[in-house]
């Protein structure tokens, strides 16, 4: 099978389409035929090492210390069941599914074996491959920082970063669940996001939030450039701010501030769970939640791909058509 690997750290240009063995499911597995997957910040980050400040170090010991462990990039898929292992229940040959793969990655390929018990649903049949390719990252990421933070309904919250693929998602997510929303974006795409859902759009090349006046309930920081520092007078008594991106020391810090003061900082890496994946499906055939799609790219462009998204300029998700 063809898929896209990489051995080194660098720039787009250590990606290579190669030829592969192709997997084989185990009794528990199935075997997926990928038609669409993703290109995230979080394989930008692990192909480039360019990592939130402090965590260069560790990034090495994730990753791989003298080179990638996992040569092939890819957190979320959409596709079609191959084959299924002696002992898989669950699903059928033809059904059509989407899955996370998570750090376990391996999704840039024809094919990938997932566990039968793990995170892998059937696809909702009002999107395409490409669309249901997407659901994962932003989607499961918006709904764990939300849960951790927790969101309520009726709170005010700021999405900062919102025109991005979590960012996108958490718009959405939060107007789901009954809140007042505000997201942040450059003059670009501010129709974007109030085409979202958000009630509010923030152009941050014209207008500093923290500089408004405006208390929330929730910040949640998709950019990291909303540090408790920056954003602590932008919420109100009991706020959270969830910071989806920050460095080692955010991380560090935020047991710290959660306990000694009257607001909550929410940290440290998000959990996909095979449940949210299907509440995400339901919530996309009921047409409440649609991830955007800036722009598709064949597996053999896959280089000029994460060019783009090296840009940092992507509006919600990039998606590679296998």
């Known amino acids: 099978m063809r898929a896209a690997i990489y051995t080194e750290y660098g720039p787009p240009e250590v990606i290579q389409v190669k030829e592969v063995e192709k997997p084989v499911p185990g009794d528990k597995e199935v075997l997926i035929r990928i038609n669409a997957t ?6 930008w980050r692990a192909r480039s ?7 260069g170090p560790v990034g090495r010991l994730i990753f791989g210390f003298r080179g990638p462990r996992q040569p092939v990039l890819g957190t979320e898929l959409a596709g079609e069941i191959e084959s299924v292992g002696k002992d898989v229940s669950r699903f059928k040959i033809g059904d059509q599914v989407f899955a996370y793969t998570s750090a376990h990655m391996g999704s840039h390929a024809e094919y990938r074996c997932m566990p039968e018990d793990g995170s892998v649903v059937l ?21 764990d920082f939300f ?3 927790p969101l309520r309904k009726g709170e005010k919250v700021l999405v900062i970063g919102a025109s991005g693929g979590v960012g996108t998602a958490a718009v959405q997510l939060a107007r789901h669940f009954g809140a007042e929303v505000t997201g942040v974006a450059s003059t670009a795409n501010v129709e974007l996001v109030r085409g979202l859902g958000a009630q509010h759009v923030i152009d941050y090349t014209s207008e500093d939030f923290t500089l408004n006046g405006e208390r929330y309930d929730v910040i949640v920081d998709t950019a990291g ?6 954003s602590k007078n932008s919420l109100r008594k009991g706020g959270r701010l969830l910071l989806v991106l920050g460095t080692l020391t955010d991380l560090l810090t935020a047991p710290f501030i959660s306990m ?22 339901e919530l996309a055939e009921a047409g409440e939640f649609r991830p955007v799609i800036d722009r598709c790219y064949p597996l053999d462009q ?5 060019r783009y998204v090296d840009t940092g300029r992507k509006r ?4 590679i058509e296998i």
Do not use: Q, W
Request: hydrophobic share 40%; proline share 5%.
């Open 38 to 43: 993703t290109i995230t910040a979080g394989d």
């Open 49 to 55: 090492l360019i990592l939130p400040g402090g965590f």
């Open 123 to 143: 696809k909702p049949s009002n999107l395409s491959y490409g669309e249901s390719a997407a659901l994962s990252f932003g989607g499961t990421t918006a709904l």
């Open 147 to 149: 849960r951790r933070g």
């Open 225 to 230: 450039t909303a540090p408790y520092s920056r």
């Open 260 to 281: 000694t003061s009257d607001k909550k900082i929410v940290a440290g890496p998000a959990t996909g769970r095979a449940e949210d994946l299907r509440f995400l499906a």
């Open 302 to 306: 896959i280089v000029d791909a994460h």
């Open 316 to 319: 919600g998700n990039v998606v």
